[in-house]
């Protein structure tokens, strides 16, 4: 079996399902103990993310005896790139497509300029997909666009 070349970590998939629940309640500030128990996430995971999507500013936070988080921007104005970005730090496929690349071969590297263009062309992927996108479970079919071209992805049943 061939392991899958790009993968989210689990951090980033928890970190979706509680955006998703955020999402539900928009107007609803939410402490960290709701949004753990309602998730079924452990509070420390959930702390932990809900402290990096705050600092990202994909969600606000907010102190005090009602404190507690909120989405900060509608979810069809965050990202998937947004999400990611924010948990796990922002994509990059190879070495050489960070910013302050260290790689030791890049002065005689031939395929750089193509890995870049790879990572650009996900990076654009992803920008598409929004928070709401993600958050449609009723459609087994979902409808994209990649490079300006329509893409149906299909949900596979187990």
């Given at each position: ?10 951090l980033t998939d928890y970190g979706t399902v ?88 890049e002065g005689a590297c031939n395929v750089s ?35 300006d071209l329509p893409i149906t992805v299909r949900?596979?049943?187990?």
């Amino acid at each position: 079996m061939i392991p899958p070349l790009l993968r989210i970590s689990k951090l980033t998939d928890y970190g979706t399902v509680l955006l998703a629940y955020l999402a539900a309640r928009q107007s609803i500030v939410c402490s960290a103990a709701e949004a753990a128990a309602a998730t079924g996430i452990s509070l420390p995971t959930t702390s932990k993310l809900l402290k990096a999507l705050s600092r990202s500013g994909i969600i606000t936070s907010t102190r005090g005896s009602n404190g507690g988080y909120r989405l900060y921007k509608n979810p069809s104005k965050i990202s998937a790139t947004d999400i990611i970005d924010a948990i796990e730090g922002s994509i990059s496929i190879t070495e050489c497509c960070t910013s302050g690349s260290q790689c030791e071969y890049e002065g005689a590297c031939n395929v750089s300029d193509a890995w870049q263009r790879v990572n650009i062309a996900i990076r654009s992927a992803l920008d598409d997909v929004s928070l709401s996108d993600l958050l449609r479970t009723n459609n087994s079919t979902s409808h994209f666009r990649f490079a300006d071209l329509p893409i149906t992805v299909r949900s596979e049943k187990r």
